[in-house]
């Protein structure tokens, strides 16, 4: 929270303090304890400017700093009532502000803290007060009088700040909720955006990817089995030959992709198909099926969307694993988890907290950046899955976790949205 407005909040405060101090006492006429009264305004003086010094008008406070400043404020001004006569001072009302405003500033374990403390402040003021001042000596009103005001403000207290936290609480989630749908409103931008820039990509390099094949088959051609780059040359051949399919497939219709596989099967035969392009030497690919509670594994058609996802995700543990990639699939009754581990050196620890933005390379020794992720798991939120990235003893985990059979009825939804003309 801002230290700007809760110090003018306070400045306020300490000169209205002062004012009404001298007010009363010299204008007036009503006999006021100054000895006692001015240096603890002069001390509230003396608290805000040394948190502007320290802090600057424009710092933001912790939690905790702004809960021990209203702890004080409560306390300086529980003194200064107790030398005035306590709950018999008109002013005593003032003590429902600080409350009100740390409701809605801080959260609940202040805000109970807080009035707590003050419904002990008002009971000790009621007890142990001074008279309140008056012309010719002290006054001390009716002790039914104070009981009644004892339980007004007490009263006072405990619903104000029961209401300015439940408003303000329903304010933080509204914005939450807007911050949320602002961030899924821009993740669905940057995709479409990067779904323009791969239809643009992709014919922008069909003709430099038809000359690199060209020139690789001229090469291999040349050179016999064996010259020392006969195998270099035969490794572009292959993936060009796989960058070409891989642009020819961002060209089909998705009816077309819809069309070859509308057939649901069990979903690890599906996983079994989409990593097998990934496969590479030295690397062994296991995936198990964990079924609990007696669930039987979905059977399921998987879009070209959600396998380019899960593509994304084994195609990433494939490349920086060591020797294995295990996929294990757990289905139950209240979710599906499916999980990706590989043996290889894990996931940086400076970014394993902000995996799944655009252009965060998860990994830099590969040089990646770091959009596979970011796709992967904004076309899987749309199945109403999470994604998890933590580290194991062995390498780099994802869980996937689906509430439900979430993600059976949204291919079903995206069948029948999109697949039939």
């Given at each position: 929270?801002?230290?700007?407005?809760?110090?003018?909040?306070?400045?306020?405060?300490?000169?209205?303090?002062?004012?009404?101090?001298?007010f009363v006492h010299f204008s007036l006429g009503i006999p006021l304890p100054l000895a006692a009264l001015l240096p603890a305004v002069a001390f509230s003086v003396l608290v805000n400017l040394g948190l502007a010094l320290a802090l600057g008008w424009r710092a933001r406070l912790s939690e905790r700093a702004a809960g021990m400043l209203f702890v004080y404020d409560i306390l300086q001004l529980a003194y200064l009532l107790w030398l005035t006569g306590g709950i018999q001072n008109p002013f005593s009302v003032l003590l429902l502000v600080p409350v009100g405003l740390a409701a809605g500033l801080l959260g609940r374990a202040w805000t109970v803290g807080l009035t707590v403390l003050t419904l002990l402040v008002v009971t000790v003021i009621s007890l142990a007060a001074d008279a309140l001042p008056w012309y010719g000596g002290g006054l001390r009103l009716p002790r039914l009088y104070l009981v009644a005001g004892w339980a007004g403000i007490s009263i006072a207290?405990?619903?104000?700040?029961?209401y300015a936290w439940q408003f303000a609480e329903e304010a933080r989630q509204r914005a939450n909720a807007l911050a949320a749908t602002q961030l899924a409103l821009m993740r669905e931008q940057q995709l479409s955006a990067l779904g323009s820039q791969a239809a643009a990509a992709a014919h922008l390099l069909g003709s430099p990817l038809g000359t690199i094949a060209v020139v690789a088959k001229e090469l291999a051609r040349e050179l016999p089995e064996s010259h020392p780059l006969y195998e270099d040359v035969r490794e572009i051949l292959e993936q060009t030959r796989r960058c070409r399919e891989i642009l020819a497939t961002l060209g089909q219709q998705r009816d077309e992709g819809a069309l070859e596989r509308l057939t649901p099967v069990p979903l690890t035969s599906a996983l079994a198909e989409i990593a097998k392009p990934f496969e590479r030497p030295g690397v062994a690919l296991r995936i198990e099926l964990h079924e609990e509670d007696g669930t039987p594994e979905p059977q399921i058609a998987l879009p070209?969307?959600?396998r380019h996802a899960f593509a994304n995700l084994i195609d990433n543990a494939i490349q920086f694993a060591n020797s294995e990639v295990l996929v294990t699939v757990r289905p139950s009754r209240s979710r599906l988890l499916v999980t990706i581990e590989d043996d290889g050196p894990g996931f940086s620890p400076e970014v394993l907290g902000w995996l799944g933005e655009p252009y965060l390379s998860t990994r830099h020794d590969k040089?990646?950046?770091?959009?596979?992720?970011?796709?992967?798991?904004?076309?899987?939120?749309?199945?109403?899955?999470t994604m998890h990235f933590d580290n194991t003893r062995r390498g780099a985990r994802v869980t996937l976790r689906w509430p439900g059979d979430a993600l059976e009825r949204a291919v079903e939804e995206t069948s029948n949205g999109c697949g039939n003309p």
């Open positions: 929270m801002s230290h700007y407005g809760l110090a003018l909040t306070r400045w306020v405060a300490v000169i209205g303090q002062l004012f009404t101090i001298l207290i405990v619903l104000i700040a029961v070209p969307e959600i040089g990646g950046l770091g959009l596979g992720v970011f796709i992967a798991k904004t076309l899987l939120a749309r199945t109403g899955a």
